[in-house]
């Protein structure tokens, strides 16, 4: 008769999901907890637990691992400590490029995601900074962000100057669902998009229009007319994309916040 109870042991494993330091939503030491506690349902000794964790990790976490000598990782409180020590520099680094180049990903995302994800990566960024100290990065943050809807919203909320993460978060809200906003104040590439499509109408060859059963071809005077039109309004388009490349450039910049190991 087999031994059913080790057949069984291999039957089924409670994992939590890999741990990639950019794009978890946990960091370390929350998905540390979240490990230990699988490997208490899987009933682990510290061997199993020290075995199962290395192919977890993914991208930084795996090749910080990989470098550790075998004597920073031959237990697992010594794995899970260095691991612990060197993810934090590289994470701090990371999240706070990400931190500062995050956009609202208009129309794949909503206002809240947008607001959880800067904090997410702030904390990531600074974990060092107290909470009021944060505050103030976290909003600039969020408020230079807002140019991924348009940079028209990103200067209303600016303007008006709120003190707090939540009243900019209300105030881009009342601003993205005010019924009345005129096409000044949409999104720049749709405004864009409007004005290309026009041009491309504009460049189409000429149709013959029948009028009173007689064939009436555009004179070249009114084709001269058109081009110059549209040469006009590439122009007009060269100056706002221009114009926007230079605001997004000298928006709410974020100071760096350098990390430096010692």
Known sequence: MGDNSINEHHLYYALPESYDPITSSLDFEQWVRKYKACAKANKWNEEDKLRHLPPLLKGDAWIIFDDLADNEKDTLEKLVDN??????VATQIQCGEQLHQRVLDYGNETLLTYQNDIRRLAHRAYPDMQ???LKPVVLMAFIRGLRGHSIELARKVRNANPTTLEKALQKAQFIMSDPFIDDSERPEQDAMQH?????????RPAATYEQNGDDVEPTSLNASRRDEIVEDKHSQLFLREQKIRDYDESILELPVLRVVIV
Do not use: P
């Open 83 to 88: 691991l612990t020590k060197k993810l934090t």
């Open 131 to 133: 909470e009021q100290q």
């Open 195 to 203: 004005e290309l499509t026009a041009i491309g109408n504009m460049e």
